[in-house]
């Protein structure tokens, strides 16, 4: 029997602009499901129709595993798709083949096996730091330069 997973909007709120770390910001998909065949995957996009990539097959032998994947985005690029404090991102499964399964058999009537799943969490931050010192030596204050490493 084939199987169509259905597309799935990843929604982040509260998201803050990068403006002081010159890193990537980080987003990390997890997929727990049947993902072991070519075709068994997700095209992830962020706003825009922009492509990020793609979620991993995973080479178990079961029908289902874990594909944990990390997508790096540019700081200037990801601050552009801020809208309202909110970015979403769309996972648009490629459902080739026999498409992706339920790991375990399900009714007609049931919509998840409980088991296969898609998550997603960004990971970034942002810093300005200053230095002062005091005592015997004397510096006056001042900020460290935006770009540099941490």
């Not at 700081?75 to 970015?87: A, D, E, G, R, V």
């Not at 990971?123 to 935006?146: H, L, N, Q, R």
Request: charged share 20%; proline share 5%; with cysteine.
């Amino acid at each position: 029997m084939k199987y169509e997973a259905r597309s799935k909007e990843i929604v982040f709120s509260d998201v803050f602009p990068v403006k002081h770390i010159n890193v990537p910001v980080v987003l990390q998909v997890e997929f727990t499901g049947d993902n072991n065949d070519s075709g068994e995957y997700f095209d992830i996009f962020g706003p825009g129709g922009i492509l990020i990539g793609n979620t991993r097959l995973t080479n178990v032998p079961n029908v289902c595993g874990t594909s944990i994947n990390r997508f790096e985005i540019n700081k200037n690029l990801f601050n552009s798709w801020i809208q309202n404090k909110q970015i979403t991102f769309l996972a648009i499964p490629k459902n080739d083949g026999d498409g992706i399964n339920p790991c375990i058999d399900i009714s007609s009537d049931q919509t998840s096996d409980k088991i296969s799943r898609l998550s997603a969490t960004l990971k970034y931050s942002d810093a300005s730091f200053s230095v002062s010192v005091s005592g015997a030596t004397s510096i006056s204050e001042f900020e460290i330069p935006k770009g540099a490493e941490l």
